[in-house]
């Protein structure tokens, strides 16, 4: 049987500050995320899917294991996605082209990422994904969905559950949202995008 386990951080706790506290990032990463790897680890056996992938996991499940299964994979691609904050941090190769070509500019790209990730209600994710052509979308996910489960490859996300930024933002989500710009690493999003 398949056992999940925390992902490691590619970086020491307070390197994401003044953006993402340690403080955060020990509630964010160490307690909600551990939590959803224990419950889906708990949940697991006798439900026929103790063999598959994460991603498959998401893809064909339902209640309590997909809820925590696609935490699990939400916040994997979240927390891998990030490094020590950049002033003008710009898109780079591929993904730079692609979203010239799609939203015209990167800032309007972050105008649309912004505004679906403030205007999402409640808890969920904003997510730059791509089709099987390639072609970008921004969708909104509420709770723990991924596009995957609507054949789309994600690329890029922001969590806009609470959990993620109230420590250092409070209730100023959108505030949070234009600050995390600085923290992506066009590296890694490059990698997805293939």
Request: contains cysteine; charged residues 20%.
């Amino acid at each position: 049987m398949t056992k999940f386990e925390l992902i490691q951080l590619p970086y020491a706790p307070d390197a994401l500050e003044p953006v993402i506290s340690a403080e955060t990032i020990s509630f964010h990463h160490g307690k909600h995320l551990q939590a959803y790897v224990n419950n889906l680890n708990a949940l697991l056996p006798g439900s026929g899917m103790e063999e598959l992938t994460l991603e498959e996991i998401v893809c064909k499940s339902e209640g309590g294991i997909f809820n925590n299964a696609g935490q699990i994979l939400n916040h994997n691609l979240y927390f891998t996605q990030l490094r020590a904050p950049r002033e003008n941090n710009l898109p780079t190769g591929q993904m730079a082209e692609a979203i010239s070509r799609q939203f015209g500019s990167f800032d309007a790209l972050k105008d649309e990422m912004q505004k679906k990730g403030a205007t999402l209600f409640g808890s969920g994710w904003v997510w730059l994904s791509a089709d099987k052509d390639g072609k970008l979308v921004v969708t909104q996910e509420p709770n723990a969905a991924n596009p995957l489960t609507k054949g789309l490859n994600p690329l890029l996300t922001f969590d806009v559950w609470e959990h993620a930024y109230y420590l250092d933002y409070q209730n100023r989500r959108p505030d949070h949202l234009t600050a995390m710009w600085q923290l992506i690493d066009w590296d890694e999003i490059n990698r997805r995008f293939v």
